[in-house]
């Protein structure tokens, strides 16, 4: 969902089939971008990051991850440059697979289940009603991490 927002917002459209991604190319400010959603199971996700990287020629330092994170309140987000996967299987695999751990993350908070949920069930589960009112402006927030990343490369 954050990288549909920030699709949106910058009129780039996610419509291109091919490495094991759905993805497309853009521009956010000054920086030419592609943003890519994996098509892969989520604990795969390094199949398609390390597929796009090849394509494009690109470093891994150059890539920006945006992922849900359970270890995170609900409305938090927070960039982290470096490090390891922290539990989460999708940035575990992309560091797997490119064998590098320097990319910068957006980790966007939604909690742990309350109950005893299966924590799968729960990162697959639609927000609550309750939950959805602030889910636009986390989204948003999300968006300008990335462009605050995008920014500091200039």
Do not use: W
């Amino acid at each position: 969902m954050a990288l549909d927002t920030l699709a949106d917002a910058h009129g780039i459209r996610l419509s291109k089939h091919d490495q094991s991604s759905l993805f497309g190319q853009g521009k956010i400010g000054d920086e030419t971008v592609i943003l890519a959603k994996p098509m892969t199971y989520m604990n795969e996700s390094g199949l398609a990051a390390i597929a796009l990287l090849r394509k494009y020629h690109l470093q891994v330092d150059r890539m920006i991850v945006l992922h849900d994170e359970i270890d995170l309140p609900l409305g938090t987000v927070k960039l982290k440059r470096k490090g390891g996967d922290a539990g989460q299987k999708g940035v575990r695999s992309i560091i797997q697979r490119t064998g590098e751990d320097e990319f910068a993350r957006i980790r966007i908070g939604i909690g742990r289940p309350l109950d005893k949920q299966d924590i799968a069930d729960y990162v697959l589960s639609s927000f609550e009603i309750d939950e959805r009112g602030a889910l636009g402006e986390i989204l948003e927030l999300a968006s300008e991490k990335v462009k605050e990343i995008l920014n500091e490369a200039h």
